[in-house]
């Protein structure tokens, strides 16, 4: 069975009428493997005495979105409002048009909270849908590979929807000559061996114990961040399809040398850069802005800040510098490369190379918003 969604969820039998229902059939199967936690919606709820909240989900919940509000509304007996705008993340909550059009909270589907943001008092019940599955016969395949490539210790990262796996999967392994070690993150990470797509330092913490990384899911966000910042392999164990595969350090620095080749060259011809600075609530580094446009100030380089959450093509193309330096999610210079087709290059990357004087790019810096 190939993995449904990003995030998920768990049916009861008093649910089975409403879900029965064809047109509701992506909702029901949703449900099926992923725990949205009515019962600690109705309480929170119910505490609040609420008679509005608003919702937001992952992009590829809004299939479903309609069905999921008309399921709530229909449990909890209040009216629900659905945010339409992207969500990325726990660092992306879109509070402010929510709270405009009437909600009195917030329920946040498929992250859990980031434990030193300031959530400005607002209220907020983060519903991290944990994935239902049964682990046992990935936990057997990933024994076996592993110890066919002669792995003696692992480090166990997961996302959030599996991390509730992690002791299990850690006390099966310590059973089977597999010494498991699961790390603890930052200040940003809630729970032990969790990762972020912009922040693995659970697995940063346990990088020099451990042979290499392992995710008991398809790892096909989260493995590349942990590769780069460790500099180890990343096994990645699929439970749905028993689908395995390994992300091999060596062979992904080899693709990212292009990228490194051309933010260097960037870096020593450019003379006129775009610092963007974001206002959401948990990707605004204002003081790290300023730190850049410092840097590139002492370097002789002329730089405009700019204000964006989403970087759209025709307005960043038209924009007359020669690169883009990131001070919001690390993964847009990772993921995205370039806009409007200029570099976007991160934080780390410029202090990198106008303080070291290296001309060296550094990759691995996916703890950077701390």
Known sequence: MKEPYHHTGRAS?????????????????????????????????????????????????????????????NQLQIEVIVSGEPCFGACDIKHTGLLASGAEGIIHFGNLEIPNLDYMRLNILFIPLLVKVDISE??????????????????????IQYVHNISKSKKFFSNNNIQAFAGKGNSRIKSQGQVLGCNVSSAISIKDTVQCFVFLENGNFHA??????????????????????KLDYLELIEKEKEKETNKLKILSKGRRAGVILSDKIG???????EQVINILRNNNISSLLINANYLHESIFRSIDVDYYVSTA???????ESTIGGK????????????????????IDCFDQIN
Not at 44 to 52: A, C, E, I, L, V
Not at 145 to 150: A, F, S, V
Request: proline share 4%; hydrophobic share 40%; charged share 25%.
């Open 224 to 245: 590349k961040p942990v590769c780069l910042a460790t500099k180890k392999d990343v096994y990645c164990f699929d439970p749905f399809n028993l689908q395995e595969k």
């Open 283 to 289: 990707q605004n580094r204002k003081q790290a802005a």
């Open 138 to 159: 990935v936990l057997l395949q990933a024994k076996q590979r592993l110890l066919n490539d002669n792995i003696k210790t692992i480090g166990l990262v997961s996302s």
């Open 343 to 362: 570099q976007i290059i991160n934080i780390e990357e410029v202090r990198s190379y106008f303080h070291k004087k290296n001309n060296k790019i550094i």
């Open 13 to 73: 039998n008093k649910l089975n009428s409403y879900l029965d229902c064809p047109k509701n059939g992506l909702l029901k199967d949703f449900l099926l493997h992923y725990d949205i936690e009515l019962d600690n919606i109705k309480d929170w709820t119910h505490k609040n005495k609420f008679k509005r909240i608003g919702i937001e989900v992952p992009l590829l919940m809004q299939n479903f979105v309609f069905d999921l509000a008309l399921f709530l509304k």
């Open 329 to 335: 999610c690390p993964r847009l210079a990772l993921d």
